[in-house]
């Protein structure tokens, strides 16, 4: 591919879609996407689904039968999800094959409301597993505290796991701890570790949001001046904690890296370049899942910078620095990040149960 989806490709990012439904494998808009924009993946979480399933009737002839079965609303709001991600990946199989499970991959997230349970969590994640039932399916536990031994748990029974909800580098690196703890375990339980596949997905432009707020009502030049910034070196930072994760030993042999997923990376504020972080974020063994605006946006580029994750190392570390000298709480920001990450899906997945409920 020599368009700007192809160069990321080569600098060695993976391009997913941060959206899925009914409509768009029904009609062909998927393999479109697939076969004319290098899209090699998708990822899905509770708001899209709970946007895909209350508009148009795509899901009603669906919704119907389940009706007739005298499905409970999670049964049929699950019944449906899995069929679609079940689906998409029968469409991404062939890019599945061909990179030897690290892209084609399709996720589908844990009910957001049980993440303060683990043993409820680990429990949905079997469930999504087992019913999918395609070898390329991810499921999503957030990286929450109540979750957090959730995801060893699932790694450790061969479930491949993609790690969302990540904010700050302290809760990454304890991420990539616990994928080598479930990584051991599931070698020590017999599984091959080649066939277990992670990605650990850090939201960018949310972070961007909380900052830049703060930041405003600080108000000073100084302050203001940092605006649109602490999203990137975020994602730096965590990127140069990658690169040293995964030395020689660290994991079982066999074992597969985990990689580090740019999400959140459709820009919220309008003065900012639509492929902000993307061409910010360009470089190996990462994947980048975006809305499909901003993978348009990203086509629209002739070139893109090369590779941005590295050299930038004093310039990221000063951006924090900074912020802490006008005032801002950086601990204080990824703790009201990741509880509001957790409280967003929570209301759109009670807002489709509600839904649900009165189409059944």
Same mark, same amino acid.
């Given at each position: ?9 080569? #600098? ?16 062909? /808009? ?13 990822? %899905? ?14 899901? @009603?002839?669906? &919704? ?18 899995? @069929? ?12 599945? =094959?061909?990179?030897?499970? *690290? ?32 070898? /390329? !399916?991810?499921?999503? &536990? ?12 699932? #790694? ?10 990540? *904010? ?28 277990? =596949? ?21 108000? %000073?030049?100084?302050?203001?001046? #940092? ?19 995964? %030395? ?7 074992? /597969? ?17 639509? +492929?902000?972080? !993307? ?5 190996? @063994? ?7 605006? +901003? ?5 629209? #580029? ?9 050299? =930038?190392?004093?310039? @990221? ?7 802490? =000298? ?7 920001? *990824? ?26």
């Amino acid at each position: 591919m020599t368009h700007a989806i192809g160069q990321l490709a080569d #600098l060695g990012t993976s391009t997913w879609l941060d959206d899925l439904s009914r409509e768009r494998i029904s009609t062909g /808009n998927l393999t479109e996407l697939i076969a004319n924009k290098g899209i090699v993946g998708v990822t %899905t979480n509770p708001a899209i689904f709970a946007a895909a399933m209350s508009a148009g009737t795509a899901y @009603d002839e669906q &919704i119907a039968e389940l009706k007739k079965a005298a499905a409970t609303v999670d049964e049929a709001v699950y019944a449906m999800s899995i @069929d679609d991600v079940r689906d998409a990946c029968d469409a991404f199989a062939e890019i599945y =094959h061909q990179t030897h499970g *690290f892209d084609g991959r399709v996720s589908i997230e844990v009910d957001p409301r049980l993440s303060a349970d683990r043993d409820a969590t680990l429990a949905q994640a079997r469930e999504l597993w087992r019913k999918v039932d395609r070898p /390329n !399916v991810m499921i999503k &536990i957030p990286a929450t505290e109540g979750s957090m031994p959730a995801i060893a748990d699932a #790694l450790a029974e061969g479930i491949s796991v993609n790690v969302t909800l990540i *904010f700050s580098v302290a809760r990454y690196r304890e991420v990539l701890n616990t994928y080598k703890e479930g990584i051991r375990r599931a070698v020590d339980n017999g599984i091959d570790p080649a066939t277990i =596949h992670s990605v650990a997905s850090f939201f960018v432009s949310r972070l961007d949001t909380e900052v830049d707020r703060r930041l405003e009502e600080i108000g %000073t030049e100084e302050a203001l001046a #940092l605006r649109g910034k602490a999203g990137v070196a975020n994602a730096r930072r965590a990127y140069a904690v990658f690169r040293q994760a995964f %030395t020689e030993g660290e994991l079982p042999q066999g074992a /597969n890296i985990q990689r580090p997923l740019w999400a959140s990376t459709g820009v919220k504020n309008p003065n900012y370049p639509a +492929t902000l972080y !993307v061409t910010e974020l360009a470089g190996p @063994d990462t994947v980048n899942t975006m809305p499909e605006s +901003t993978i348009d946006a990203v086509l629209e #580029l002739d070139e893109l910078k090369g590779e941005t994750l590295t050299g =930038h190392e004093a310039e @990221d570390e000063k951006v924090f620095s900074d912020l802490l =000298h006008v005032g801002v709480d950086t601990e204080d920001v *990824f703790a009201v990040l990741e509880q509001e990450g957790v409280d967003k899906f929570v209301t759109a997945w009670s807002e489709l149960l509600e839904s649900m409920a009165s189409q059944l």
